[in-house]
T-cell receptor, first 114, second 109 residues
Framework: GAVVSQHPSRVICKSGTSVKIECRSL??????MFWYRQFPKQSLMLMAT?????????EQGVEKDKFLINHASLTLSTLTVTSAHPEDSSFYIC??????????FGSGTRLTVV | QKEVEQNSGPLSVPEGAIASLNCTYS??????FFWYRQYSGKSPELIMF????GDKEDGRFTAQLNKASQYVSLLIRDSQPSDSATYLC?????????FGAGTILRVKS
């Protein structure tokens, strides 16, 4: 199969703090993972493409210094939201592509910044 | 960025009917097309993908692709109340996916 695990599923943090979200491919190796953000009643917006062993590629308008991405191994990518503010509250979802299985999504992380 | 268009709905169908969901895309170079189902508060779940013109069937689901018309559709036969969700169409742009806004489907029992 193509299972992607994402943790935590829900996090509440104070404004100004940082939050790390992990995304793991459990039964395959993923040289590339994708990070999305979804606001209520809106579709998924790609934030960045995470590449194992190299720098992430960010979409236009996404602050790379605020959303730090690390893809240190073939099965793990992390997204750190630095100095979080209430407007960063959203549903963050990672995804990976396994040939023959399509793009599979993690279960998502609901971030609430208070 | 290339565009993927879907009717936002809601599309309401009675239980047991066929639900037809449509999607158009702007990038003629796209090669891979995906349908996802997303329940409220959950992440998208892959239903099926299609690469070639024509139909592809998987259980109650049939994806139809027409590259000349830049059109991809999803048919759900024998619709069930549990099929009520938002259906997202996605098209590849290089190694990335571009998503439509989604169509809300409501199956009424």
């Amino acid at each position: 199969g193509a299972v992607v695990s994402q943790h935590p599923s829900r996090v509440i943090c104070k404004s100004g703090t940082s939050v790390k979200i992990e995304c793991r491919s459990l039964d395959f190796q993923a040289t590339t993972m994708f990070w999305y953000r979804q606001f209520p009643k809106q579709s998924l917006m790609l934030m960045a493409t995470s590449n194992e062993g190299s720098k992430a590629t960010y979409e236009q308008g996404v602050e790379k210094d605020k959303f730090l991405i690390n893809h240190a191994s073939l099965t793990l990518s992390t997204l750190t939201v630095t100095s979080a503010h209430p407007e960063d509250s959203s549903f963050y979802i990672c995804s990976a592509d396994r040939v023959g299985y399509g793009y599979t999504f993690g279960s998502g992380t609901r971030l609430t910044v208070v | 960025q290339k565009e993927v268009e879907q009717n936002s709905g809601p599309l309401s169908v009675p239980e047991g009917a066929i639900a037809s969901l449509n999607c158009t895309y702007s990038d003629r170079g796209s090669q891979s097309f995906f349908w996802y189902r997303q329940y409220s508060g959950k992440s998208p779940e892959l239903i099926m993908f299609i690469y070639s013109n024509g139909d592809k069937e998987d259980g109650r689901f049939t994806a139809q692709l027409n590259k000349a018309s830049q059109y991809v559709s999803l048919l759900i036969r024998d619709s069930q109340p549990s099929d009520s969700a938002t259906y997202l169409c996605a098209v590849n742009e290089g190694n990335k996916l571009v998503f439509g806004a989604g169509t809300i489907l409501r199956v009424k029992s």
